[in-house]
Nanobody, 116 residues
Framework: QVQLVESGGGLVQPGGSLRLSCAAS????????MSWCRQAPGKERELVAR????????NYAASVKGRFTISRDNAKNTVYLQMNSLKPEDTAVYYC?????????WGQGTQVTVSS
């Protein structure tokens, strides 16, 4: 079965960095685009970044462009989110996501808290 397992979240001060990882299994990883989404308390889940199957193209939410970088290692079935210059408004649960045909799959999420 499809599994997405996120890791790397934590507490960081404003201006700091974190790298999130998502280990995927149960499907042919290199055939599918992957996304990172986040959900802050009281807000809807939003797309943060997306990367194509081969990693040739990516796109970002305006709020993170220039600060976050999505990447993938198809040999390791893993997608990453490098987050730099973190702000308090980046505080959220971050989820890894992929869509296989018409079904969305999600990981359990990893908490990122940006606070001094």
């Amino acid at each position: 079965q499809v599994q997405l397992v996120e890791s790397g979240g934590g507490l960081v001060q404003p201006g700091g960095s974190l790298r999130l990882s998502c280990a995927a299994s149960g499907f042919t990883f290199n055939r599918y685009a992957m996304s990172w989404c986040r959900q802050a308390p009281g807000k809807e889940r939003e797309l943060v970044a997306r990367i194509t199957s081969a990693g040739a193209s990516s796109n970002y939410a305006a709020s993170v462009k220039g600060r976050f970088t999505i990447s993938r290692d198809n040999a390791k079935n893993t997608v990453y989110l490098q987050m730099n210059s973190l702000k308090p408004e980046d505080t959220a649960v971050y989820y890894c996501n992929t869509k296989l045909v018409v079904v969305d799959y999600w990981g359990q999420g990893t908490q990122v808290t940006v606070s001094s």
